[in-house]
């Protein structure tokens, strides 16, 4: 590059300089405005969350599965729209940078789409077209989690009986949703997957929830027909876990 | 003083100290020569950060979609592992990356318009802001339940599990939230950067400020990222 041409392109930097630039300054009151929204959609979606836990455990209606995932990620995507569109400017900028961002959530909407398509639809192959999975993925023999409690007894020089009676203790007051299905039929498995309906199915079949739930004792003995023990009390204990 | 040159040198020769009492870089920013203006010289840098925050997206995508299949698979384990972490902390950290990125927003505003000060305050709050993410995040969460045994995988030790995959939330929980941490940790190491070089170096003003741009943005996507994750980790039922 010359002399010369270097002299012309500083002036041209000195004209553009000049604050013709075409940056949009976005307004302090859009960004004060989209900040106040998405502070109050977070407060909405931790609201309907605990709205969806509340009208199912104490009033026993029956909400679809889907309704949880839908409502949290539609609210979401409102709120990453917004952050989008304002604090990162997409609005008001060149079209080219939308557009990548568009291709982007196109490719990751392929990538979902294909992998919960081929999930979904599991059930449908043949039992050996479709293989055995390693329950809980592991090379220790038996479960994670099975094994996880069997160190526990081990370590703990704990009976069966024992560790199991601190288990109901332990889960008594909580709303952990524990306490069902672990080894029953109905739940999904690595090999198995188990079509939701309703909220998670016996998820308040113990704890704060247990009272309110009529299928409370159905939960309870799907949970115990591995047999471990047969006498777990859930659901009377205190309530002194209402939120979470 | 009279041996300074540059491009703020005074034509007139006057008295340079009084005239240019610090050196503003942004006002001597000059574009690379392979660029016809600054203009594009800006638009292809920000190009560039939206193609790096697309393969941004693409990468947290495949932990949502881990995160789909297994809660597919084990919406119950998925369901009761949730039920471990307080909506409440999670909340708290959602509503402090917002505000910290409403001041990130706020801080480039302020320099498009030359209010050095209040960029710097803006700044200084959003890096306030990311560590105080971190710390609730360690401190409620982190710490704690790895201390329980609850731990990804094999390093699953948690004795009172009522689910036989509470493991494999652990391993989502793990690997989405710290690649998502370490973000915050980048991004708080890019926004400290940032400071420095708009209050010492005075380098970003209307006329330049790039990088400021860049890093925005980037800091928005790590609050995005956050928008989706909190909801599918804390709010499952």
């Given at each position: 590059?010359?002399?010369?041409?270097?002299?012309?392109?500083d002036a041209a930097h000195a004209h553009d300089g000049a604050h013709d630039h075409g940056h949009v300054i976005v307004p302090?009151?859009?960004?004060?405005?989209?900040?106040?929204?998405?502070?109050?959609?977070?407060?909405?979606?931790?609201?309907?969350?605990?709205?969806?836990?509340?009208?199912?455990?104490?009033?026993?209606?029956?909400?679809?599965?889907?309704?949880?995932?839908?409502?949290?990620?539609?609210?979401?995507?409102?709120?990453?729209?917004?952050?989008?569109?304002?604090?990162?400017q997409?609005?008001y900028?060149?079209?080219?940078?939308?557009?990548?961002?568009?291709?982007?959530?196109?490719?990751?909407?392929?990538?979902?789409?294909?992998?919960?398509?081929?999930?979904?639809?599991?059930?449908?192959?043949?039992?050996?077209?479709?293989?055995?999975?390693?329950?809980?993925?592991?090379?220790?023999?038996?479960?994670?989690?099975?094994?996880?409690?069997?160190?526990?007894?081990?370590?703990?020089?704990?009976?069966?009986?024992?560790?199991?009676?601190?288990?109901?203790?332990?889960?008594?007051?909580?709303?952990?949703?524990?306490?069902?299905?672990?080894?029953?039929?109905?739940?999904?498995?690595?090999?198995?997957?188990?079509?939701?309906?309703?909220?998670?199915?016996?998820?308040?079949?113990?704890?704060?929830?247990?009272?309110?739930?009529?299928?409370?004792?159905?939960?309870?003995?799907?949970?115990?027909?591995?047999?471990?023990?047969?006498?777990?009390?859930?659901?009377?204990?205190?309530?002194?876990?209402?939120?979470? | 003083?009279?041996?300074?040159?540059?491009p703020?040198?005074?034509?007139?020769?006057?008295?340079?100290?009084?005239?240019?009492?610090?050196?503003e870089r942004w006002k001597t920013h000059k574009h690379?020569?392979?660029?016809r203006n600054a203009e594009d010289e800006f638009d292809?840098?920000?190009?560039?950060?939206?193609?790096?925050?697309?393969?941004?997206?693409?990468?947290?995508?495949?932990?949502?979609?881990?995160?789909?299949?297994?809660?597919?698979?084990?919406?119950?384990?998925?369901?009761?592992?949730?039920?471990?972490?307080?909506?409440?902390?999670?909340?708290?950290?959602?509503?402090?990356?917002?505000?910290?990125?409403?001041?990130?927003?706020?801080?480039i505003r302020d320099v498009q318009l030359n209010r050095q000060?209040?960029a710097?305050?803006?700044?200084?709050?959003?890096?306030?802001?990311?560590?105080?993410?971190?710390?609730?995040?360690?401190?409620?969460?982190?710490?704690?339940?790895?201390?329980?045994?609850?731990?990804?995988?094999?390093?699953?030790?948690?004795?009172?599990?009522?689910?036989?995959?509470?493991?494999?939330?652990?391993?989502?929980?793990?690997?989405?939230?710290?690649?998502?941490?370490?973000?915050?940790?980048?991004?708080?190491?890019?926004?400290?950067?940032?400071?420095?070089?708009?209050?010492?170096?005075?380098?970003y003003g209307p006329t330049h400020y790039t990088?400021m741009e860049?890093?925005?943005?980037?800091?928005?996507?790590?609050?995005?990222?956050?928008?989706?994750?909190?909801?599918?980790?804390?709010?499952?039922?």
């Amino acid at each position: 590059m010359t002399t010369a041409d270097s002299h012309a392109a500083d002036a041209a930097h000195a004209h553009d300089g000049a604050h013709d630039h075409g940056h949009v300054i976005v307004p302090w009151q859009a960004l004060l405005g989209v900040l106040l929204v998405l502070l109050v959609l977070t407060v909405a979606t931790v609201f309907t969350a605990q709205a969806e836990i509340f009208v199912t455990g104490e009033w026993g209606w029956e909400l679809p599965g889907w309704l949880n995932i839908v409502v949290a990620m539609s609210i979401a995507l409102v709120k990453g729209t917004l952050v989008a569109l304002y604090f990162m400017q997409l609005r008001y900028d060149k079209g080219i940078n939308a557009l990548i961002m568009l291709f982007t959530l196109f490719a990751v909407t392929l990538f979902l789409l294909f992998t919960m398509l081929d999930l979904g639809n599991r059930n449908t192959i043949t039992e050996w077209r479709a293989g055995e999975v390693n329950p809980g993925g592991t090379t220790l023999g038996s479960g994670i989690v099975a094994t996880a409690r069997a160190n526990y007894i081990a370590e703990m020089g704990l009976t069966e009986e024992e560790y199991w009676k601190k288990w109901d203790e332990k889960h008594a007051g909580h709303g952990h949703g524990g306490g069902h299905g672990a080894a029953s039929g109905d739940v999904s498995t690595a090999n198995h997957s188990v079509k939701g309906a309703g909220l998670t199915p016996g998820l308040f079949a113990t704890g704060v929830w247990a009272e309110h739930d009529e299928h409370h004792d159905e939960h309870h003995d799907a949970n115990h027909a591995d047999g471990k023990h047969a006498d777990g009390k859930h659901g009377d204990g205190d309530h002194d876990d209402g939120g979470h | 003083m009279a041996t300074i040159t540059g491009p703020n040198q005074s034509p007139a020769g006057g008295p340079l100290e009084l005239e240019r009492p610090a050196l503003e870089r942004w006002k001597t920013h000059k574009h690379g020569h392979h660029w016809r203006n600054a203009e594009d010289e800006f638009d292809a840098a920000k190009i560039g950060i939206w193609l790096f925050l697309s393969t941004e997206i693409l990468l947290f995508s495949g932990m949502f979609c881990a995160y789909a299949v297994f809660r597919m698979l084990y919406p119950e384990s998925i369901a009761a592992g949730s039920q471990y972490l307080d909506p409440r902390w999670g909340g708290t950290n959602t509503v402090v990356l917002l505000i910290s990125s409403w001041t990130m927003a706020m801080a480039i505003r302020d320099v498009q318009l030359n209010r050095q000060f209040w960029a710097t305050v803006n700044l200084l709050i959003t890096l306030v802001c990311a560590a105080g993410f971190l710390a609730i995040k360690f401190t409620f969460e982190y710490i704690p339940k790895w201390g329980e045994g609850k731990r990804p995988g094999t390093l699953f030790s948690y004795p009172w599990a009522t689910h036989d995959h509470e493991h494999v939330w652990w391993s989502i929980y793990y690997a989405a939230t710290g690649i998502h941490a370490f973000h915050v940790i980048v991004g708080m190491g890019l926004i400290a950067w940032l400071l420095y070089r708009q209050r010492i170096r005075k380098a970003y003003g209307p006329t330049h400020y790039t990088m400021m741009e860049g890093v925005g943005l980037y800091w928005h996507i790590v609050d995005l990222v956050w928008i989706f994750l909190f909801p599918l980790l804390y709010l499952v039922h």
